[in-house]
């Protein structure tokens, strides 16, 4: 059975730093590209982060790019997401996301975390 479980949101000021973690278990991670979803209140879910198998390769949104930061281990079997110069509009849960060799849609969640930015 696959888990993804995130871990490391909270509330944090404007301009403030979060790193979230996402540990994996029940799939091959190191052939698993991952990634970093989120949901706002009354919005959809957006793309917010990908990573390769290898870490060889990341990509971003526009909204987070040169903020955010997707990194992994894959002896650790973890996904991290730096988060620097947080924004009120960066509130919202924040997902992992696996997806398997050879696939082209995520096929995992996690439950979410939550990430508060005041103003």
Known sequence: QVQLVESGGGL????????????????????SA???FRQ???????????????????????AVKA????SRDN???TVYLQMDSLKPEDT?????AARRAGQTVYNYWG?????????
């Open 67 to 70: 903020r955010f930061t997707i």
């Open 111 to 119: 439950q979410g975390t939550q990430v508060t930015v005041s103003s």
């Open 12 to 31: 944090v000021q404007a301009g403030g730093s979060l790193r979230l973690s996402c540990a994996a278990s029940g799939l091959t991670f190191s052939s």
């Open 34 to 36: 991952m990634g970093w």
């Open 40 to 62: 706002a209140p009354g919005k959809e879910r957006e793309f917010i982060a990908g990573i390769n198998w290898s870490a060889g390769s990341a990509s971003y949104a526009d």
């Open 92 to 96: 919202a849960i924040y997902y992992c």
């Open 75 to 77: 002896a650790k079997n």
